[in-house]
C-alpha cells in the first residue's frame, strides 16, 4: 500500500492508502495545496520562461526576425518527425516528402493564406523549402530535425535541471 496525501472536506490533510499499481487517483480534487505555486515552481516557470525567450529570440534571428515563417516551417518539421515515427525510426529508404500548398498551411497555422505563400517563397528562396513539380512546398535539407533540437534543447533540458 502507498500513502497518499489528500485533504478532506475542511481542507485539513488527512492519509489515505491506496494499493501499489492502482493509477486511479485518490481524490478527484486535482488543485494544488495552496501555497505550492509560490514556491519552487514559480522560479521554475520563471528560469523557463527566460529560456523561452531566449530561445525565440535565436529562432527568430534565424528566420530573418519572422516567426510567422518558422511558425510554417515548424509544420514541415513535425510532418517530417511523425513520418520517422510511423517508420519506426530513421530510415535508410528514400520516402518522398509530404509536400503542401499554402491554402493547407495557411488552415494549419491561421496565417492568411497570402501571407503564408509569400513567407513559404521566401523559405523557399533561402532553401529551407523546396517546390516539388506540382508546386507544392517539402522540407528542404538547410535546417533539419537535429537542428531544431538543438536550438529547443534549453527548454527541454536547461530549464528544469534542478540548481543545486
Known amino acids: 500500500m502507498l500513502p497518499a496525501a489528500i485533504r478532506d472536506e475542511d481542507n485539513e490533510p488527512r492519509q489515505e492508502r491506496r494499493a ?10 486535482n488543485e ?18 527566460g529560456h523561452l525567450s531566449a530561445t525565440l529570440v535565436r529562432v ?8 510567422d515563417q518558422y511558425l510554417l516551417y515548424l509544420v514541415f518539421l513535425l510532418s517530417e518527425l511523425q513520418q520517422t515515427i510511423a517508420a519506426g525510426g530513421p530510415s535508410r529508404s528514400f520516402a518522398p516528402r509530404r509536400g503542401l500548398n499554402a491554402l493547407s498551411l495557411s488552415d494549419i497555422t ?15 528562396d533561402r532553401g529551407y523549402l523546396l517546390r516539388d513539380e506540382q508546386g507544392l512546398f517539402v ?13 529547443l534543447k534549453p527548454l527541454f533540458w536547461d530549464a528544469v535541471r534542478v540548481e543545486r
Open 32 to 49: 494544488p495545496t495552496p501555497g505550492y505555486l509560490d514556491q519552487d515552481v514559480s522560479r521554475f516557470f520563471y528560469r523557463w520562461g
Open 139 to 151: 522540407l528542404g535539407d538547410r535546417y533539419g530535425l537535429d537542428e531544431f533540437f538543438l536550438d
Open 60 to 67: 527568430r534571428a534565424r528566420f530573418d526576425g519572422d516567426l
Open 110 to 124: 491561421q496565417i492568411p493564406r497570402e501571407t503564408a505563400r509569400r513567407k513559404l517563397l521566401a523559405l523557399a
Open 20 to 29: 501499489a499499481g492502482n493509477d486511479r487517483e485518490v481524490s478527484a480534487r
